[in-house]
């Protein structure tokens, strides 16, 4: 991932070192595992886990030479060792070491995103209760619809936030593996207690079976997750890009003192964040994709799937990363215009209370069909010709047949809207907490 969209933690997990690291954990927590079976002398074992080192230049000098990273690894660390050099990766084929360093360095990984997720998911709780009963207009088809609060808002994307964290729980579990199993998976050159014994000490599950490779439907369950709560981000980023629209002006992404807007409009203040977290949704995409092509490998394994998981695993979760940062800073520094929000309430002139008045009219003796056309002409001429509606349908004395003055107050009360609130809130967060 390019240095801009990139963690100073995930590019710890990611690195180079970090990966020769787990390679040589691996490596050496089977020759552990090889030693309580009796094969490898314990005085070997010691001076393996004294001695063995590598330097990560000399690696790529040596894989120069023969054109496989695994055996540059071993040779390079084989020769920072001396007679006991000869346990280093035995029994072993080149994806036991691979695959169960992934599996390990890719449980680092997901510790760093989910922490961040639940901080996420605590800034967007917090937005909701601070606007709980803060009236906005609703919107369907882009259009006013009828009234709703802010914190509703937020608690929507409060819970597709805990679905997400849920997904990814269950999803990364199933990618933090690990096998030793051998050239095909039949445990032919290594017993299964090597394997359960180096997963157990790398803190990761040990796989039932497996062929020379994890299966690859794991990789693409998980960045099923990661698309799906980058597209929750999207989504969210999508509505704050449209209420940050001059028209709506209903909340405004945080703008420090120094920040520029536009290079040639000095006034301008764009919703750069959320724009920056759609494309990036888009791209997490992309990698799900690839995923996904990578479950169809050969028999018991190809590489086809290699290259792209080089890409695609540090990529994925370094930019869900920042993603998930980027955003909560949003969150935590949205600037809410309530006094907007009431504003464009009434923007219409009042006609978003017609559902109100059309129940109203229905519970009062009409027919839903009747009370439907008498309403629509009324609340359409106030709309089109910016005419109050509560005034005109208090002249109509089609409309006054059937409603008293109380119930025409009542049916203009944005009280009304607002009753069932507290309910939704405990249901809410009550029900994931």
């Not at 004294?50 to 084989?78: C, G, L, P």
């Not at 001396?82 to 080149?94: F, N």
Request: glycine fraction near 4%; aromatic fraction near 10%.
């Amino acid at each position: 991932m390019i240095k801009r969209y990139s963690t100073k933690e995930m590019e710890h997990v990611w690195s180079e070192q970090a990966k020769f690291d787990a390679w040589l954990n691996v490596e050496l927590l089977a020759m552990q595992a090889w030693q309580k079976l009796g094969v490898v002398p314990l005085e070997d074992v010691v001076k393996a886990m004294e001695n063995a080192s590598f330097d990560i230049e000399r690696i790529y000098e040596i894989e120069e030479e023969t054109k496989h990273d695994v055996i540059a690894f071993t040779r390079a660390v084989s020769e920072s060792l001396e007679d006991e050099r000869k346990w280093v990766h035995y029994g072993l084929t080149s994806t036991d070491v691979v695959d169960t360093a992934n599996g390990f360095i890719m449980k680092q990984a997901n510790d760093l995103i989910e922490d961040a997720m639940i901080e996420l998911i605590k800034s967007v709780e917090k937005l909701a209760f601070n606007y709980q009963y803060t009236p906005c207009i609703g919107r369907t088809h882009g259009i006013h619809a009828e009234i709703t609060t802010f914190g509703l808002k937020a608690s929507l994307w409060y819970e597709e936030l805990v679905r997400d964290l849920v997904r990814f729980k269950a999803a990364r579990k199933n990618i933090e593996i690990g096998k030793v199993s051998g050239a095909v998976g039949t445990f032919g050159n290594t017993p299964p207690f090597v394997q359960d014994f180096v997963c157990e000490q790398l803190g990761i599950e040990s796989a039932n079976i497996s062929t020379q490779v994890i299966q690859r439907d794991r990789h693409a369950e998980y960045m099923s997750a990661l698309s799906l709560a980058g597209s929750t981000i999207e989504r969210i980023a999508t509505e704050i890009r449209h209420l940050q629209r001059t028209e709506v002006n209903e909340v405004r992404e945080g703008f420090s003192s120094k920040q520029k807007g536009s290079s040639a409009m000095p006034h301008k203040r764009n919703p750069i964040s959320c724009e920056n977290m759609c494309g990036c949704s888009r791209v997490l995409r992309g990698y799900m994709v690839t995923s996904f092509e990578n479950i169809n490998l050969w028999h018991e394994r190809d590489i086809s799937h290699s290259s792209s998981e080089r890409i695609i695993l540090p990529d994925a979760t370094t930019l869900f990363h920042y993603m998930l940062k980027r955003f909560k800073g949003v969150i935590d520094n949205l600037e809410v215009d309530e006094v907007q929000m009431l504003n464009n309430i009434y923007f219409t002139n009042k006609a978003v209370f017609s559902g109100q008045i059309l129940n109203r009219l229905v519970a009062n003796g009409l027919s839903r069909e009747q009370a439907y056309d008498l309403i629509q002409p009324i609340a359409l001429n106030s709309y089109k010709n910016k005419l109050d509606f509560e005034v005109l349908l208090e002249k109509d004395e089609n409309v006054m047949e059937h409603l008293s003055q109380e119930d025409l107050k009542e049916c203009f009360d944005i009280k009304h809207h607002l009753k069932e609130v507290d309910t939704i809130f405990r249901r809410v967060f009550t029900n994931f907490k």
